[in-house]
């Protein structure tokens, strides 16, 4: 059975560091915790961790019933659900939802083409940086839902924003175990092939790799050529399951975009 969990002790951490989607699920947790509605944890009689966190459904572990998750994702109708291919897997035939695949990238730093530390804005405003994503991505979270939350992930040293000249944006999602997820990566629509995503990706592979991390980044087929084409490499795939929604919903904010 799939049940609430409000005592974060309840939770295996040691479990959930082992996998990108058990490290993001524990980010969340150790930023908000379990107090939060629109911040939910559930873990099932096996072990298995599921977050609800605003339009997005994430899973962790192998074991999970099919008819009780198919139930759960019925009764709470995320837009994205991403995690554990097993559970996935299991959730491919569900009605309303379309199967997209996604590679998992490691940033290889390039030696020879890095940025200087001064050309890069490691604390830029946020309004500045909203500017930039919501150019890019037309799905992106409403204002006052994406600051809320970026802002509050960075005091407590869960992300890092950073910006090149301006125009160009990319976030540490988070840094566990000396693993980093790297994603919300845009270019203002008059910058854009200028070189200056390619320039601060290189810079930001080379900035991690210095301190021995490793760090990953999502992309969808749409845009697996442009993160060959930098020099990284491929570190895994996986599908994700996205609901297909009338342009008329309200609720359409939230879906997933092509660097997430």
């Known amino acids: 059975m799939i049940n609430h969990i409000e005592d974060s002790l309840l939770i295996d951490r040691e479990v959930l560091v082992k996998s990108c989607q058990g490290r993001k699920i524990l980010s969340y947790l150790d930023a908000y915790g379990t107090a939060y509605d629109f911040c ?51 959730l491919s035939g569900i009605s309303g939802y379309r199967k997209l695949h996604r590679t998992i990238f490691q940033l290889v730093p390039d030696r020879g083409n890095a940025l200087d530390d001064d ?56 840094d566990i175990n000396d693993y980093v997820l790297v994603g919300q990566v845009a270019t203002l629509t008059e910058a854009r092939g200028s070189g200056y995503a390619r320039k601060l990706l ?27 084409e930098i020099g990284f490499k491929e570190y895994s795939s996986e599908y994700v399951l996205e609901r297909i929604v009338d342009n008329n919903e309200s609720a359409v904010k939230g879906k997933l975009t092509v660097n997430d």
């Open 40 to 90: 939910r944890f559930y873990r099932n009689d096996k072990g298995c961790v599921i977050l609800l966190i605003n339009s997005t459904m994430l899973l962790d572990g192998e074991s999970f019933d099919p008819d009780e998750l198919s139930m759960f994702v019925h009764m709470y109708r995320p837009f994205r659900i991403e995690g554990s291919q097993q559970g996935i897997k299991m």
């Open 119 to 174: 050309d890069i804005n490691t604390s830029p405003q946020l309004d500045d940086i909203y500017a930039i994503l919501a150019d890019g991505f037309p799905n992106l979270l409403d204002y006052p839902m994406w600051l809320a939350d970026t802002s509050h992930r960075i005091r407590h040293g869960i992300s890092r924003v950073f910006s090149y000249n301006g125009t160009t944006t990319a976030s540490v999602i988070y």
């Open 202 to 228: 290189n810079w930001l592979a080379g900035y991690l790799d210095s301190q021995g991390k490793t760090s990953l980044l999502y992309a969808l087929d749409t845009r697996e050529s442009f993160y060959r």
